[in-house]
Structures are given as C-alpha cells and as structure tokens.
C-alpha cells in the first residue's frame, strides 16, 4: 500500500518534471490559446451582439465582404467576388441597389456548396430572428427604414414580404434593396451578423425553413432557443471542433477552406478569470495571449518572452452626459429636489452655464493621466479618431477653474452661485476609471464653492442601469463601442431624440435629428463630412455631455506568435484578432 | 429505519419550496430594469432594455414569476442560465463532475489528517506535540485560501515552470478526452481515465489536483482537528476510560477501541458539512486554479444576477442538506449503537 503511494507520487513528480524540463520551447506549436475572462454569449450569428461571441462567430463564418488588413474604410471581398462600388456598376448611382457576385468552389464545413440562396437566407433568417437587444437592427435600417420586426409593445408590426423582397438572388448573384441611401451599408455587411450560414443545415436542426407561412415562430425566440445556439456550420478557415458554454471554445481547421488552409491547427478560448492564474499561464506558455486589465500592466513590463504592442486605437469611448429631465420620483441623488443649497431641481442641467461649469470644472489631462496612465485621448466629441469625417481641430473643453466658476456664477439666475447645490454621482463598482472622473468632478467643483456639494457612490451594475434606464442620474458616465465603424454609429446614440444616450438625457434639438437624417442618406462624402462636420460643433456648443477618453489598447502575445495585426473594429480586436493570419513558431 | 429514511427525503419538498419562496421574496426587492442588466453583454444593447424586459416577462407580478417558475420546474426546465449560456440543469451536470472531483480527492484528506492530527495533540496534551499541531491547524485555519492558493501557484506553476498546472488537464488530454476516442462515463476525469486505461490522463489529472487538494486540505484540515482534539480529551477523562486502563488495557487498545471511536460524533457532523461545503463549490479554490465547477458558475451567478442559475443552486443546496443531515444521523447510529433512529 504504501509502496504503490510511494510510487503514485513520484510519477506525478516525474510527470510534472518533465513539463518543467520543456519550458523554453514553443508550447503547442500548432494551437493557439488565448485566455481571457468574456463568456460567449451564442454562436448564432444573428443573435450574438458581444464581443467574445463576435470573436467566436467570425473564426467560423465568413461574410461577404471582410476588412482590408488594419483599415476600417476599405474591404476585400470574400464570399463575394468584388466589392461593390458605384464605379464598377455593382452599386446603383443612386445608391440603392447593392449586387454581390458569390464566390463559386466554396464549400461549408458539412461539404455543402455555398450558393447565393445560402446568402439571401442568411441574411433574411437574421431579419427573421431580430431578437430584442440584438444587433439585426443594423440590416433593418438600411433595408426597410426602421429598426425591427416589432413595435415597443412586441407586436410584429411587418411583413415577410417586406424581408423577401429586400435581398433577392439575380444568377450568381445577391442583390440587396435599400430603402434608402446608406453609406455604412458595407461596413455592416462586413460585421459577424451578416455570416453567411448552410441553409441546408439550419433547416435540418430545426431552424426557420425558409418559409413564409412559418417566420413569425422563429421571430424573437428565448435564449437559447435560436437554432445555431451551439452548432455551426459556416465556410471559414476554422471548424467549431467543441463549445462548453462558459468553460472554453476549440476550433479546428479546415483543411477544405477555400483559401490557402490557416497556419494553425487549433485554436482554444478559454475563460479564466483570476488575472494571476491568467498571467502565469501566459508566462508558463500556456496561453499565447491574454486579456490584461489596465491596473495589471506593470506586472507585465519588461518580461522576457512577451511582445507587447501599444497605444492602439480603440473605436470606443466613455463620455459624462448630463440628465436635462431627472426623474424626481423616489430619487435620492438629487436631495431636496429643489434649489435650496441641499439639492437639485429635476432640471438643473436644462441651464446650460451649468452643463459648462461641469465641463470646465473637469480635469482632463490628469483624469487620462491617472485613470488611464496616459493611454488615452480626449474625444473632440461623439466622432472619435478613427472614424470617416473625424474633426481633430473640433475645440474641446478644457479644465479652466475661472471659466468654470464664470459659468456656475451666471446659472440659474445667479441663484445657484447664492444657494449652492448638493447632488450624488454614481458609478458602477470596481470601474476606477469612473469611480476617478466622478472624483475628479467632485473634488474640483466642490473646490469652486464651499456650497457646492457632490457625493459620490458605487453601485453594482444592475442599479446603475437601472438608474440609468429609469432617469434617475444626475449625470452618468458611461462607454459606447463602434458596432460599424461610420459616424452615424456615434451620432446617433449621442446626440438624436430617439438616441440611445440623449433619450436618456432627454436631450432634443431639431436641427440635430435633421442633420443625422440627412448625413445616414448622404452618399456624397464631401457633403456628409459637412453634416458631420455641423453635428460636432453643435455637441461642443450645445454641450450635453463631455467626451472623457478615447481608450488606447494594448496587445500582448508571446513572442513566438506571427502574423498578428489590430484592426479596431474586429471583436476582441487587442485579444487574437484574426486567428487566420496567425502562426507560431 | 425505513420509514425514518423515507421521512427525512420527503422533508426535501417543505425545505425547497419554502426556501424558493424566500428567494423569490428576495427578488421582488429588484427592479426590472435590474434583472434585465443580467442579459446586456454589451452596452449596445442598452438601447433595447425595455423589449429584454418584456421578453423575459421581468415586469410581471413577482406571484406570477413564480408560478410560471414553478410550473416550468414540475416539467423540469430550471430556466435559462446567462452566465453559462445554457439551461440550469445541463448547467449543473456540466459542472457537478469537477467539483465531486475535487470533494472526493480533498474530503479524504482533510477528515483523516485532521483526525489524526486531533488526535495524537489530545492524547500528547500540553506536550510539544500538542503545541506544534494546534499552532499548524491555527496557521492553516487562519490563511485566506485565496493568498494560500496563489502562493503555491506561483511557486509549482511559476516558479518550477508548469510542474503542477491549474485547470483540470492539460491541453493534450484536454484535446484527448474530449474526443471520440475516449468515453465519458462519469465526467469524472480521474475515474473516466482509469475506466478506459488511459492512465497518462489519471496522471495528468492528478497532477491537476494537487494543488487545490493541498489548499483546501490546509486551509479545511484544521477545523476537524480541533473538534477532533476536544472531543478526544472530553472522552479521555470519561469513567470507562480509566476503567479500562485500570483492567490493564494496553494504551493502543485503549485510545483506539474506548477513545477514538467514541469521540468520532462530533467530528462526524463537522466532516458531514464539510463534504456538503465542498460539494457545494469551493468559490476561491475553484476560481484560483480555474477549475470550473459549482461554486465557481455559482458564484458568476451571484455576482451577475443570474436568478435561474441563484434559484438552481437553491434548490441544490435544499437537498444536498436534507440529504447530509439524514447521512450524518445514520453515521451516528452505526457509531453509537445506543442511538436509535425512527
């Protein structure tokens, strides 16, 4: 008994040594591993809007139109043969019309052909699901002029023919019909909700057929319920080999692929959360890349074996907005609910000397300083650095204490210089970077005027949205990542009525919902550069919230990684990015 | 005895349904905008909370979550699980394997040590023995598991690069067990390796074990060793102790037959709990060394407010203490001979 203990021991010891005799080499020359901490949420396309579902879908399928290396404004074609352009006839002139010419000799991974029906199904069973919270509404818009299937009370307010006649097959061909002009129509077909997937196989598993009489039973279905949840069947360089939810993903090549076949054999995803775990992982070689949060960046500096690539360009930024019409009800950030020195009156930020005081009362450069250790930038407004028409010489804000004090003297009738005001600034816990820029505004407003009092709080995500949600926020500071890189994607969620952020603000300014309308329908760059160009000016003038940061990412790889390139707009772009493109050795 | 046993099971039903209420009273204290932050990945989707709202019927009277709750469970769908992306119960047999895994393999170790340890300072009392393990079971006790954990983490993983990995396999049995070549029959990767003689992947989860057996048996160990100590002293000074020695007993037979035996009750409770502890998911241990299993999707769960996958481990947690009550009572029968049960 004791012999075979003895004996147990030291083989796991020897096993164990042996691994430890290894370290140096290339681990696992043939599979990639990246670990990181985001769960994937589905692998259907047409129902995943997250990143690490993004990441997932886009190593299995494949769109019809793919990003040119690190550009965002410029495409390669993929399943289709070219991409389309108004100078080689495939956009009509009027730019309605979008023709696709579909790739012949692709196979699926089941060994099915792809044909252009294979398209037009793809996209019209992605119209057909349009859950709620998901991201089909970005081929609604362009294609029926609204923003999905159902009204606000649920109800289907469309008809199939309405999604039949949108995208047609003309020969070898996919023809889309737009309801109107849509510059950033490519951009959205490059993006993993426009996945081409096996007709043949989403029927067989028990998926929309095709028909009409039956696609108000697979519109909005529960989680999990959409039928490529865990199955997938697409034309890409990898095949899903397995999925455990919430453990780990493993893709294995196609050796079938259209394209020259990838470099790597595997590629895993896997999730680990304890960042120590995760980074010695990546020391030991048994992770290639990893997810690094911003506070952990020194432990990595200097490492040997790692690569490390900086100040990338994220397609993302957190901005503070300020709430016109604060929902009084029950609401314990705004005190008394009055101008009487122990709070705020529900439309405190309606006068826009206070909007100013607060933005000149922020210091910039020391918030990017420390919340971000200077990898950052300050936004120009909602069209960061990075998209088409961004102004770099838009003015901005700058922290200006007698400016500020200027603005706070003037609001309200100089009443609120006179009273003072108290309000509470929340923040969702463990975010230091909001948790610091609602400090900053503290320390630096109370600093104006002994009066002035702002308490801020940690909350858990779930109360702040639904502070958020419900109006109750003095001001909320909050992030938006691009889904499409166009500046319509920022414009609108910031600055339209019906905006994701400005309806929260109540924020409505006419002029502005005009000129969003005007510049989506624009298909002259010259003339959308100059709506474009107005509706910036107009955020800085009109000053509803102020742009914090523009975060710059990092990439971090073992050195025997190759092929790595950062292109923004790709889900988990800073992680593996495009896994084709990479090799190991 | 029989009719005890079956008392003590139907006793789940009360247990669970009372405590699926509680926990549904719970709920109602949440808003439903705060329930549907559970189903936004993304702050896209922030745009459409009203339609994740309406979909998942967050806005309906709690009573009537709760029925409808409760009907879906008599069909057996424990709803859908955000944080694991797949429905409750799947969930559960998914992760329950790793987690029996590591009970298994740390339960032996901590309840023997720890008995072994109670008693040899109880009978060695105030003797250096005695002193040196009641200061390494309150050192053990007294380390947080979390720094304990990442401390010989980073020396077995970090420093001896790769000697003992976290996770539950390496990548190449990972790759292996998953594949069509290998049958699951437990989802115990231990047990499933020596039911298909595949004893490079028993070696190489077993090398995956150790260090998480070694924490938790640190950490746990001194718990049972303290119950174990008092309860020996306590039974050391009893009449028929001494009796015994006076007959002549050897000192052996005396603390094996007369003393261990008898002060085995207490530590029987302890250890019955502390199984149930672990079967429930040792949240640190299990996060530390990336083993993925209940207490680490339980506690994803808590944080995200996952409600089917909180209401699921309610449920689990219901049984799993009816169940170790009825266990622990039977235990003390069989070790006590004057308990009867029914």
Redesign the interface.
Known sequence: MKKGLIT?VI???M???S??A??GEVK?PD?F?EATIG????LDPAWA????SGEAIQTICETLIFWKGERTDSFVPLLATQVPSVENGLISPDGLTYTFPIRKGVKFHNGEPLTPEDVEYSIERAMVQD????PV?MLYEPLLGISGS?D???NIVIKFEDIDKAVEVKGDSVVFHLKKPYPPFLSILANTWASVVNKKFVVENGGWPGTKDTWKEYN?P???KETL??IACGTGPFKLE?W????EI?FVRNDDYWREPAKLK?V?IK????W??RK??F????ADTIYVPRQYIKELEGVEGIRVYKDLPSLSQGSAFFNFKINPEGNPYIGSGKLDGKGIPPDFFSDKDVRLGFAYSFDYETYLKDAWMGEAIQPTGPIIKGLPFYNPEQEVYYYDPKKAEEHFKKAWGGELWKKGFKLTILYNSGNVQRQTAASIFRDNIEALNPKFRIEIRPVE??????D???GKLTLFI????A?YPDPHNFVY?YMHSEG?FSKWQSYRNPIVDGLIKRGIEEVNPTIRKRYYDQLQMIYYIDVPGVGLHQPLGRHYERDWVKGWYYNPILPNAGLGGYFYSLSKG | MKSYIIRRVLLVIPVLFGVSIIIFAILSLFSPEQRAATFITDVRQLRDIQGVIRKHHLDAPIYMQYFSWIKEVLKGNLGWSKTASRPVLEAFFYFLPNTVELSLFSAPFIILIGIYLGSTAAVHQDKSVDHITRAIAIIGWSLPTFWFGLLLLMIFYGYFKGLFPPESLGLNSSLYVNSKDFMRFTRINTIDALLNREWWIFVDALRHLVLPVITLTVVQCALVMRIMRSSMLEVLGRGYVITARAKGADEKTVIKKHVRRNAMIPVITVSGYLFAGLMNGVVITETIFNRKGLGWWWWRAAVQLDIPAILGAVLFNGVLFVLTNLVIDLLYAYIDPRIRLG
């Not at chain 1, 769960?39 to 589905?42: L, W």
């Not at chain 1, 909050?478 to 990542?481: A, D, S, T, V």
Request: charged letters at 20%; hydrophobic letters at 40%.
């Open positions: 147990g083989g796991i010891l096993v164990g040594l691994f430890f290894l370290a696992n599979t591993v769960t994937i949420d589905s809007y997250d990143t690490a859950r709620d919270g998901g509404w159902r606000a009370e649920g909005n529960a989680p999990g949840h865990k397995r455990d939810p919430g453990v493993v595997r895993i999730i680990v959360d304890e120590t775990t010695l992982m020391l030991a070689g048994d995500w779930a109360d702040y949205v639904r958020i949600v419900t909050i992030g938006w990542l889904d969620p994701t």
